[in-house]
């Protein structure tokens, strides 16, 4: 713990006292890690040695892994550069709180960066003082080290665990996908209840398995497979039936070749739990893992569909991608990104007639090792170029809808034709921003409001985006009153 209480009162001497910043983070370590401790302990520390707290940066939530959602560090440095920082120190607790970056000269760059525009930066719970002296700067590396170190200790333990618990049958992930749910189980293995779409378990000893959907989904399922193995329909064809019969995916989004293929491949339907596909670990890039790699406790949960019929269409995929050689594979690569500018996994499952982008996974290992062979390197995910696009296209109607309800209910409101800033009853300017939901590695989602400085509305109304990003995220119902306690 640290060495003093959280609810010590401090006294920060004025006058002649030096001014410093602090600089506190937390992401989800442990209480004794929170900002008010860390404050706490880092304003006894300037008392003692005359500094005045002038400024606060703080990064709650936040890893400490890179310098990329730290908004308040990035803030600091940016004042440090531009010459605009009123203090001459910046106080933090410790190494660890600076960052657990993997490369310890990120973070010896990060404090170069200040020690280059005269301000120093002290650790107020080491145990040396970080006066540049060959002591210090062995120690500080050393702490730096250790700190990047503790984050990939804990993941590999992470990573331990969650294998442990695939092995044993429960579920890892995020949303079951259509024909199943996620059911909640106590440590004994007891049912508790069925997790909706957002919901998380609430206790660490509770485990989640996957049971079969509603009837209607499951019929849905098996027509899939029936069609595709029985009938020789395409995937594009199926999608097509199931959208003239009425029927959407969970997400309530029409069916599409991709969507169709997916569930084709997916194992989770004949029951086997599969999990380490894909990684992205400590912040680095997503990858996608070769076969030996992946974790699975075949037949863990009820299945929904056939063996028979699943390993039937696997190999019914499978020779469609033997009809390929690599060249020729490579070959449709090129085109779609001579037409598109970009490749990801969805434009190539699109394609009406060609590979799947898992042929590609099979023959070449990855897609990234498919992009390489053609020269495409991508440095981020695409896929956020594609939602832009069609959060574009949604927002026209989302302003005219906006429009007609606040007429509808009385009041008036005028819209800038270039800004689309709304004028409401002459009184204050609305702005609305459609937000887009973004996963984190911990399968959890996050919405990032991007505000335009040049607008300055009044009041800026975010409008969230489901999982998927491909409707307005629509609020859970309250109870009814009939189901209420």
């Known amino acids: 713990m640290l060495p003093v209480e959280p609810n010590t009162k401090v006294q ?12 506190v983070r937390m992401s989800t370590d442990h ?36 310098l990329d959602d730290r908004h308040a560090l990035k803030h600091l440095i940016n004042d440090v550069q531009n010459g605009i920082a009123d203090f001459s120190t910046i106080l933090v607790y410790d190494v660890s709180r600076w960052g657990r970056f993997q490369d310890a000269d990120e973070s010896a760059y990060y404090e170069y960066i200040c020690k280059r525009a005269g301000i120093s930066v002290r650790y107020c719970a080491e145990q040396f003082e970080n006066d540049g002296s060959p002591v210090s700067t062995i120690v500080k590396g050393v702490k730096r080290a250790m700190a990047g170190e503790y984050s990939r200790e804990l993941s590999v333990k992470v990573f331990a665990g969650q294998r442990r618990l695939i092995e044993l049958g429960y579920r890892q992930g995020g949303p079951a996908g259509y024909g199943l749910r996620r059911q909640l189980v106590d440590q004994s293995g007891l049912a508790k209840g069925e997790l909706v779409r957002g919901e998380h378990k609430s206790i660490q000893t509770d485990r989640i398995v996957l049971i079969p959907g509603p009837g209607e989904e499951i019929e849905t399922i098996r027509f899939i497979y029936d069609a595709f193995v029985e009938q020789g329909k395409s995937e594009s064809e199926i999608a097509e039936t199931l959208n003239q019969k009425g029927l959407v995916t969970d997400l309530a989004r029409p069916w599409t070749r991709a969507t169709v293929h997916q569930i084709l491949i997916n194992e989770k339907y004949i029951g086997n739990n599969v999990w380490n596909r894909s990684s992205c670990k400590l912040k680095g890039r997503r990858v996608y893992n070769p076969p030996e790699r992946w974790v699975r406790h075949d037949e863990a949960f009820e299945p929904i569909v056939d063996g028979d019929i699943f390993h039937a269409a696997q190999a019914i995929i499978s020779d469609r991608c033997k009809r390929y050689s690599d060249e020729e594979l490579l070959d449709v690569l090129r085109g779609l990104l001579e037409q598109h500018g970009y490749l990801s996994g969805i434009i190539i499952d699109e394609l009406e007639f060609g590979p799947s982008s898992s042929a590609y996974r099979t023959r070449f290992g990855s897609l990234i090792r498919a992009y390489e062979l053609i020269g495409f390197t991508p440095d981020r995910d695409y896929r956020y170029i594609e939602i832009n696009r069609a959060l574009r296209r949604m927002y026209p109607d989302l302003i005219a809808s906006t429009v007609r309800g606040i007429e509808e209910i009385g009041g008036s409101v005028q819209q800038d034709d270039e800004t689309d800033l709304l004028s409401v009853n002459d009184e204050f300017t609305a702005s609305l921003c459609l937000v887009r939901s973004q996963e984190t590695i911990a399968g959890s989602h996050r919405w990032k409001i991007r505000f335009d400085a040049g ?6 109304v975010a409008i969230r985006m489901n999982e998927m990003n491909s409707a307005i995220l629509t609020p859970p119902r309250p109870p009814s009153p009939r189901t209420m306690g």
């Open 12 to 23: 920060t001497p004025t006058g002649l006292a030096i001014p410093a910043a602090e600089y």
């Open 31 to 66: 209480q004794q890690y929170s900002t008010a401790n860390q404050s706490q302990a880092i304003r006894e520390y300037a008392l003692r040695h005359g500094f005045r707290i002038s400024k606060t940066y703080e990064d709650s939530g936040k890893s400490g892994l890179t």
């Open 455 to 460: 607008l300055r509305p009044d009041i800026t």
